[in-house]
């Protein structure tokens, strides 16, 4: 019956995301907005529901555990899961501006929740702060919009189309019910996978926090999955890489921040394993984009297999030190003398190169 709830919940996630996707890009259509708008806002935004979601229902349950492990592990496996598997199936282009404006932003935002985060709780007012940044952000998105190329609208029309004359979601009392719908569903879904995870914890003898940054946050990314995946099969690889980039974004300054607020006076408790080695790793994850971003402006289908490589070593690591196992440092060690060195001789190298060539 668990299992059950919790793949009841996941899929109510996903159809309530997609639901609300659609709905509130229609309404937005209809009304006038630029299709490339509808992409870097409401799509990107609309695919990280299911992490803020999961994420209000779990401080409204009193599970704060679930609530920022849910965001800090859905960061790093957008990144590194979405983006390696993405690049794997077709190198992946990477506009300038996301070089320029969309990482650094990405970076700054993991940086400010790191230094929100130091004292060991994200209160009310850091909750506000955040928020109030993805208004900002949001507006000057929408603002900036206005003096996009002519390439960049073409490819967001492509993907985001306005409802056709008679067809089944023209009419705005449909666009509006899927927005509702599309909600309900989020919450219901929201529900049934924290109690699931809570129970899933319980049984397997490990926190809160390493189901929450393992098997929740790969859930509730499954609409950043699907969207970025299907955008490098069809070849728009902006939108592959600019959903991914823009749902981080979002996941630290709007789950957090509308979580944040609503754990009142007590606030979000960071977890001291998440503070002492998760929230470092979403940095760096954050920061490695930068460089691997750079060489040649595109990120080549050996970096994407690096990416999918260090998403599995994450992983292993929870699991050895849920465990207690015996080989957690002799693992640790090889990964800090050895692996990590190398992958970054290994980035330097094909930096060095694709500076050469330019």
């Known amino acids: 019956m ?56 779990a401080v409204l349950e009193g599970k704060t555990d679930i609530a920022i492990g849910n965001v800090v592990g859905s960061n790093i496996f957008n990144v590194l899961f979405i983006l390696g598997l993405s690049a794997l199936i077709t190198p ?14 990405m970076l700054g935002a993991s940086l400010l929740l790191l230094v929100f985060a130091l004292d060991g709780n994200v209160g009310l007012l850091d909750g506000a702060m955040l928020f109030a940044l993805l208004l900002a952000y949001t507006v ?65 003898g490990v926190s809160d926090v390493v189901i929450a940054l393992t098997i929740v946050a790969a859930g509730t990314s499954m ?23 823009g749902s981080s974004t979002f996941n630290i300054l709007g789950c957090v921040g509308l979580s944040g607020m609503a754990a ?37 289908r050996w970096e994407g297999g690096v990416f999918l490589f260090y998403y599995v070593a994450y992983v292993s690591y929870l699991v050895l030190l849920a465990q207690q196992s015996a080989s957690l440092p002799l693992y640790a060690t090889a990964m800090t003398s050895f692996v990590l060195p190398l992958t970054v001789i290994a980035m330097v190298v094909a930096m060095v190169r694709s500076t050469g060539k330019a």
């Open 2 to 57: 668990t299992i059950l709830m919790f793949l009841g919940g996941l899929a109510a996630l996903v159809g309530g995301a997609e639901l609300l996707v659609r709905g509130a890009s229609k309404l937005a259509l209809s009304f006038g907005i630029s299709p490339l708008v509808v992409g870097l806002t409401i799509v990107a935004f609309g695919t990280s529901a299911p992490e803020m979601a999961v994420s209000v229902g």
């Open 223 to 245: 609409p950043e999955v699907a969207t970025s995946v299907m955008a490098a099969i069809k070849g728009e690889r902006d939108i592959a890489v600019g959903n991914v980039v």
């Open 264 to 300: 009142g006076s007590a606030g979000l408790v960071i977890p001291a394993s998440v503070m002492a080695f998760d929230m470092w790793v979403m940095v760096a994850v954050a920061l490695a984009c930068l460089p691997v971003f750079m060489t040649g402006r595109e990120i080549a």
């Open 92 to 105: 992946l282009v990477v506009n300038i501006q996301l070089i320029r404006q969309e990482v650094p932003i």
């Open 140 to 204: 000057f998105l929408i603002v900036q919009s206005r003096g996009e190329t002519r390439a960049a609208n073409e490819e967001y029309a492509a993907e985001f189309k306005p409802a056709e004359k008679g067809g089944w979601d023209e009419r705005l009392p449909v666009q509006i019910g899927l927005i509702v719908i599309g909600l309900a569903f989020l919450v219901l879904g929201s529900n049934w996978l924290v109690t699931a995870s809570v129970i899933f914890a319980k049984a397997l």
